[in-house]
């Protein structure tokens, strides 16, 4: 072989070391560079070259991450097993220091944080009655939340946030529940409705009292009226009329009937003043009396 075909081959093998070098790092992800198994650089995004063989890089995604804790029967502090099911939500630290760690302080950190939060529900859980449990799901997400990341800080993880998906008792237990539940709501409606119905027939009862007073005054009112009209009438009697009291009530009597539009039968024959003074009890007046006092 001549001279060129020694160079083609030298530059054919470094240009395939080249490419089999090229490490494209993508902005969701970090990485650590390591020569012959020791770390020398941290890779931003972006090109970078690793001698082959020699260097390694090794990525980390800094993304948010969702991992399920995997559904799990859990015997609660009342001796009963409930199903609980948990999300935790977490991400590598961008800087480096926190990329290093998540590597070099942890083996495996997304397996171990979804059995650090299976451990911690069940260490929560178990001192929790399942009713207590069932109200007190933000109390267990802080508790969860505060474990994960006080356990993981020195893992370069930063946990964003825990929920709990669901506590599920037995099905024997659960229909109890909701037995217990349905008889509670009928227990809190009937005693609205007997609510209802008391204020109303309070209210009706408060009407009738109202409208009986109404009538008593009334009938007080009208009969203090006439009494009063009764003392004025003999207070006058007395005073214009004494001894003729009962002519006064005959008077009475016409003024009502003529009020009353009475009818009467006057005689062609006979004055009208007489007719009148007859219905009170008035001495008829003599035409002839009349006629000569008229003369004078």
């Known amino acids: 072989?001549?001279?060129?075909?020694?160079?083609?081959?030298?530059?054919?093998?470094?240009?395939?070391?080249?490419?089999?070098?090229?490490?494209?790092?993508?902005?969701?992800?970090?990485?650590?560079?390591?020569?012959?198994?020791?770390?020398?650089?941290?890779?931003?995004?972006?090109?970078h070259w690793v001698f082959p063989k020699v260097q390694k890089i090794f990525l980390v995604n800094v993304t948010e991450q969702m991992f399920n804790a995997e559904p799990q029967v859990i015997i609660t502090n009342d001796n009963l097993n409930a199903t609980?099911?948990?999300?935790?939500?977490?991400?590598?630290?961008?800087?480096?220091?926190?990329?290093k760690n998540s590597i070099y302080n942890v083996n495996d950190y997304r397996y171990q944080i979804v059995n650090l939060a299976r451990t911690t529900l069940r260490n929560i859980i178990g001192t929790m009655t399942l009713k207590s449990a069932n109200s007190e799901r933000g109390k267990i997400n802080t508790d969860l939340y505060q474990t994960l990341k006080d356990e993981t800080s020195k893992w370069g993880?930063?946990?964003?946030?825990?929920?709990?998906?669901?506590?599920?008792?037995?099905?024997?237990?659960?229909?109890?529940?909701?037995?217990?539940?349905?008889?509670?709501?009928?227990?809190?409606?009937?005693?609205?409705?007997?609510?209802?119905?008391?204020?109303?027939?309070?209210?009706?009862?408060?009407?009738?009292i109202k409208k009986a007073e109404g009538i008593r005054q009334a009938k007080i009112l009208e009969a203090e009226g006439e009494a009063q009209a009764i003392k004025l009438v003999n207070e006058?009697?007395?005073?214009?009329?004494?001894?003729?009291?009962?002519?006064?009530?005959?008077?009475?009597?016409?003024?009502?009937?003529?009020?009353?539009?009475?009818?009467?039968?006057?005689?062609s024959n006979t004055e009208l003043i007489n007719v009148i003074g007859e219905m009170s009890g008035v001495l008829p007046v003599e035409r002839s009396a009349a006629k000569a006092h008229d003369s004078k």
């Open 1 to 47: 072989m001549d001279t060129w075909a020694y160079i083609l081959i030298g530059v054919g093998i470094v240009v395939l070391i080249f490419l089999a070098g090229i490490r494209i790092v993508r902005p969701t992800t970090r990485g650590l560079i390591e020569t012959l198994g020791k770390y020398t650089k941290f890779a931003q995004p972006g090109f």
């Open 84 to 99: 609980v099911d948990a999300q935790v939500y977490f991400r590598v630290k961008f800087d480096e220091e926190s990329v």
């Open 157 to 208: 993880i930063d946990i964003v946030r825990t929920e709990l998906k669901e506590i599920d008792p037995p099905k024997d237990v659960q229909e109890t529940m909701n037995k217990v539940v349905k008889a509670e709501n009928e227990k809190v409606a009937a005693i609205d409705f007997a609510t209802a119905a008391e204020t109303t027939a309070d209210g009706i009862k408060r009407a009738e």
């Open 236 to 267: 006058a009697a007395d005073k214009y009329f004494i001894g003729n009291a009962q002519l006064l009530r005959k008077l009475q009597t016409t003024e009502t009937s003529l009020r009353n539009n009475a009818k009467i039968v006057v005689p």
